[in-house]
């Protein structure tokens, strides 16, 4: 065993990490913005259609902007003049797109490049987290006139969540398909009593280790339609990083809204509530001192090794990995990192790497070679707690407004 002292704010550790060849990392990239909907008229089909990518690459955007950093920040972020937006695309994809001599209509992915949305963050000193959480894949149950629905075809909900897309969300999710295994192995009443000898291996013939139950639940009080929205994640190990708690809110249908339209505002707020619970935990600030941490790579192979460099490579919070010794069976690094050493664990969880309190050494290996262990929380973290009044604060509402700011990119 290769040994090694770890320090960072003059605390001692066991930094141990376990990789999984299995799927369970996130694979989307969130500096793209999905299927955004552009429309606009012209003189000709072709104007049209350069005025309606124009148009969407500014409001896409916008989106990102806020995707990426908290709430409280979103009225300062700068506005970017519109025949610059252009130089921050790496690419596009155009779906269900339609034209008439003097009208464009499409769907469109704006892929952006990632430095260039750091710096304009950074340069506004604004907080921002570009970590992705692990997939996770939602299950609908549609509770409404007594019925608890779940794979039936008048399951509203549920075609709502199927026809929306979010793997590039900080919090990537995905939708069943719902084949037969799927019907016979999971039912409504398991979804909500969080079953997992259901649901762990439901997610896992998808390829995933975790289930986002969304219940939502219609009614109605003396004059206003009602719809109850609660949100819990079910994790493969344990608790997992998102804990037990639920996220819970009420939507007051005051505009009477049609069912599909409501159903889609659900969403709509379901998902701004995942990303900002998200970003609480992973939010790196601007003015954070770097720090280094010493650990210590055991493996017994060379693609082991190379996974591992690879995945702690990919952290958006590692600033630098130097490799101090290299054998055939081991490794000593020095990672320098930005953030809180509990956001390094977790963003580190994301890719199946486990840092571990508990000695003066560190230990790589395969997961089948090292037990999850589900350790406290490292000094310094600042996890969300359910107990915690920042989160309980933002739990419930009986009436959600989630407004969207003036967006100052926006073409006249």
């Given amino acids: 065993m290769i040994r090694a002292q770890v320090w960072t704010r003059s605390v001692s550790l066991l930094v141990a990490f376990w990789i999984s060849l299995v799927p369970a990392l996130a694979t989307g990239n969130v500096f793209t913005v999905d299927r955004w909907p552009v429309d606009a008229s012209g003189e000709s089909a072709a104007d049209a259609r350069g005025v309606a990518l124009?148009?969407?690459?500014?409001?896409?955007?916008?989106?990102?902007?806020?995707?990426?950093?908290?709430?409280?920040?979103?009225?300062?972020?700068?506005?970017?003049?519109?025949?610059?937006?252009?130089?921050?695309?790496?690419?596009?994809?155009?779906?269900?797109?339609?034209?008439?001599?003097?009208?464009?209509?499409?769907?469109?992915?704006?892929?952006?490049?990632?430095?260039?949305?750091?710096?304009?963050?950074?340069?506004?000193?604004?907080?921002?987290?570009?970590?992705?959480?692990?997939?996770?894949?939602?299950?609908?149950?549609?509770?409404?006139?007594?019925?608890?629905?779940?794979?039936?075809?008048?399951?509203?909900?549920?075609?709502?969540?199927?026809?929306?897309?979010?793997?590039?969300?900080?919090?990537?999710?995905?939708?069943?398909?719902?084949?037969?295994?799927?019907?016979?192995?999971?039912?409504a009443g398991d979804a909500i009593s969080r079953n997992r000898s259901a649901l762990i291996p439901f997610a896992a013939r998808y390829g995933v280790g975790d289930v986002m139950v969304a219940h939502a639940t219609l009614g109605r009080d003396e004059t206003t339609e009602l719809l109850k929205i609660t949100l819990f994640r079910v994790a493969a190990t344990?608790?997992?990083?998102?804990g037990d708690r639920s996220i819970d809110f009420i939507i007051r249908n005051t505009d009477r809204l049609p069912l599909e339209d409501l159903l889609n505002f659900a969403i709509d707020q379901a998902v701004a509530r995942l990303r900002e619970d998200w970003k609480f935990q992973t939010i790196i600030r601007i003015d954070g001192v770097p720090s280094e941490l010493l650990a210590t790579v055991r493996f017994t192979e060379h693609r082991e090794w190379v996974a591992i460099r690879n995945r702690l490579n990919e952290m958006p919070t590692i600033n630098d990995l130097e490799v101090?010794?290299?054998?055939?069976?081991?490794?000593?690094?020095?990672?320098?990192?930005?953030?809180?050493?509990?956001?390094?664990?977790?963003?580190?969880?994301?890719?199946?790497?486990?840092?571990?309190?508990?000695?003066?050494?560190?230990?790589?290996?395969?997961?089948?070679d090292l037990p999850i262990v589900e350790s406290e929380e490292l000094e310094g973290g600042e996890a969300l707690e359910s107990g915690d009044d920042r989160f309980e604060n933002n739990r419930s509402t009986d009436d959600v407004s989630f407004e969207r700011l003036p967006n100052p990119f926006e073409l006249q």
């Avoid at 794979?151 to 919090?171: C, G, H, K, M, Y």
């Avoid at 344990?238 to 998102?242: A, I, K, Y």
């Avoid at 000593?332 to 390094?344: A, F, K, R």
């Fill in 54 to 187: 124009a148009r969407g690459r500014v409001q896409a955007l916008h989106e990102l902007l806020q995707r990426l950093s908290p709430r409280e920040y979103w009225q300062s972020i700068p506005p970017v003049p519109p025949s610059d937006v252009i130089d921050l695309i790496s690419g596009i994809q155009i779906n269900n797109e339609k034209t008439s001599p003097t009208r464009y209509l499409a769907e469109v992915s704006y892929s952006f490049k990632p430095l260039e949305i750091r710096n304009i963050l950074r340069d506004a000193y604004i907080p921002f987290s570009e970590s992705q959480a692990r997939e996770a894949i939602v299950l609908p149950v549609f509770e409404t006139e007594g019925r608890y629905l779940l794979w039936e075809e008048d399951n509203e909900w549920s075609r709502a969540w199927q026809e929306r897309f979010f793997i590039n969300e900080l919090v990537p999710l995905i939708s069943a398909l719902g084949e037969l295994e799927d019907i016979v192995g999971v039912t």
């Fill in 238 to 242: 344990g608790s997992g990083e998102f």
């Fill in 324 to 368: 101090v010794a290299l054998s055939t069976t081991g490794a000593e690094i020095v990672l320098h990192y930005v953030g809180t050493l509990s956001q390094l664990r977790l963003n580190m969880a994301q890719r199946n790497l486990n840092l571990l309190d508990g000695g003066s050494y560190g230990l790589i290996a395969l997961r089948e």
